[in-house]
């Protein structure tokens, strides 16, 4: 086994297997961290005088960070590489995990979940660092298995969170994470190579202004749904992100109110979510991608998750949320990783930062709206209603995904 494992091949970069672990352990280790704080940061919220509407906004302040840098970050990794702007990330969210944990008031809170977002805003670099290195053809298989980092980031992040606020504080899971963030970053210094060569860098000058800054995210996102190629994936993909971050806010919430689940208990429920969403990338992906092709398993994903949206609400025991929550992570463990690798592939080698970018930008943006639409609906209009609604969204992202590919069809054949 030992003898198996070329140390110095590993430190130079030219086994793509160990490239493939280390950036996986780099997105395992970024996603434990968001995920420690989950279980308890609406009671948090509770302790410096908010309730679940300032939840739902201190979630969207994160994915509003995300969604401005994530494409421009993405635009940066294409010039100068995907390695400092992965360790930048890393690093940032040491910080922002640290004054997570030791903060006394709300706009304290909301300043580190606004950095933590420009810090994690790097997970599509992470995502166009493996297209760098894997063909088109195993693009999806590859992305299944990244995606599988975040499961197993919600198997392990999640519970552990809940337990260490149950039985110490809240601001324990931060220390944690700020700590874990640090050894991440540590990991990726010293183990983490370059993959984007010279030859498929942009040449182009960037400015690093802010207002430039959003403004060129801005432009990419426009000039990108400009391209037929794009536009529906791109919208679906949006559609999809407000219809699940729906979910941070009023998924806790129902347990804690209705079903009267304390934070560990929430914990063990998100481990259950990301047991299941492990699995199906990791063992059902490939095949099923290789039978079906990964438009049909992305369209299989979106009403999977939206049969689970539906039962979801109607349970009356913890235990039933092991069923709804079957469909939920099942559906979207088949469609984030298949849908990312159909939209790699409609680009270039020297776009796969900036289209990537744009995508996670696309998913912040679904982000910001979505948790502060679940806390405003769960109590304004009715506790089902944030959950209806987000199926009934995932319904109409395949029908207008189906419909639009007919059209492109169509006129194809009429040209």
């Given at each position: 086994m030992f003898k198996s494992f070329n140390f110095k091949l590993f430190l130079k970069n030219k086994n793509r297997k160990y490239q493939i672990i280390i950036i996986w352990v780099t997105i395992?280790?970024?996603?434990?961290?968001?995920?420690?704080?989950?279980?308890?940061?609406?009671?948090?919220?509770?302790?410096?005088?908010?309730?679940?509407?300032?939840?739902?906004?201190l979630l969207a302040s994160y994915a509003l960070m995300q969604f401005v840098f994530a494409p421009v970050l993405g635009k940066v990794s294409d010039k100068y590489g995907r390695r400092p702007i992965l360790l930048l990330g890393m690093f940032g969210a040491f910080i922002a995990f640290l004054i997570f944990g030791f903060a006394n008031q709300l706009w304290i809170l909301f300043a580190s979940r606004m950095l933590a977002g420009i810090a994690n805003a790097n997970i599509s670099v992470a995502q166009a660092y493996i297209a760098d290195i894997t063909s088109r053809e195993e693009r999806a298989e590859k992305m299944g298995i990244i995606q599988a980092a975040f499961?197993?980031?919600?198997?392990?992040?999640?519970?552990?969170?809940?337990?260490?606020?149950?039985?110490?504080?809240?601001?324990?899971?931060?220390?944690?994470?700020?700590?874990?963030?640090?050894?991440?970053?540590?990991?990726?210094?010293?183990?983490?190579p370059e993959s984007l060569i010279h030859k498929n860098r942009v040449k182009e000058n960037l400015s690093l202004n802010p207002i430039s800054i959003a403004k060129h995210s801005l432009f990419n996102i426009i000039e990108y749904f400009g391209k037929p190629s794009f536009r529906p994936l791109m919208i679906i993909f949006l559609l999809y992100s407000f219809a699940f971050s729906i979910l941070h806010v009023t998924f806790v919430e129902f347990d804690r109110e209705y079903l009267e689940m304390n934070p560990q208990e929430i914990g063990f429920i998100f481990m259950y979510i990301g047991f299941v969403g492990f699995l199906v990338q990791i063992v059902a992906i490939k095949?099923?991608?290789?039978?079906?092709?990964?438009?049909?398993?992305?369209?299989?994903?979106?009403?999977?998750?939206?049969?689970?949206?539906?039962?979801?609400?109607?349970?009356?025991?913890?235990?039933?949320?092991?069923?709804?929550?079957?469909?939920?992570?099942?559906?979207?463990?088949?469609?984030a990783p298949t849908a990312t690798a159909i939209i790699s592939?409609?680009?270039?080698?020297?776009?796969?930062?900036?289209?990537?970018?744009?995508?996670?930008?696309?998913?912040?943006?679904?982000?910001?709206?979505?948790?502060?639409?679940?806390?405003?609906?769960?109590?304004?209009?009715?506790?089902?209603?944030?959950?209806?609604?987000?199926?009934?969204?995932?319904?109409?992202?395949?029908?207008?995904?189906?419909?639009?590919?007919?059209?492109?069809?169509?006129?194809?054949?009429?040209?």
């Open positions: 395992f280790l970024d996603l434990m961290g968001v995920t420690l704080i989950i279980p308890f940061i609406n009671e948090f919220v509770e302790q410096l005088g908010g309730d679940e509407r300032h939840a739902g906004f499961s197993l980031g919600f198997i392990i992040g999640f519970p552990i969170g809940g337990i260490l606020a149950e039985q110490f504080s809240v601001a324990t899971p931060s220390l944690l994470a700020a700590f874990l963030s640090l050894i991440n970053g540590f990991i990726a210094y010293w183990f983490l095949p099923l991608v290789k039978k079906y092709g990964e438009q049909k398993v992305m369209l299989f994903g979106f009403l999977l998750m939206a049969v689970g949206l539906i039962i979801t609400p109607l349970v009356d025991h913890m235990n039933w949320l092991f069923l709804t929550s079957l469909f939920v992570a099942g559906g979207n463990s088949l469609l592939k409609n680009g270039n080698e020297s776009e796969q930062g900036i289209t990537l970018g744009i995508t996670q930008s696309l998913g912040s943006l679904g982000r910001i709206f979505g948790p502060p639409y679940g806390g405003l609906t769960y109590h304004g209009i009715h506790m089902m209603f944030p959950f209806i609604s987000s199926a009934i969204i995932l319904i109409g992202s395949i029908i207008y995904y189906l419909l639009t590919n007919l059209l492109l069809k169509s006129k194809k054949k009429l040209t």
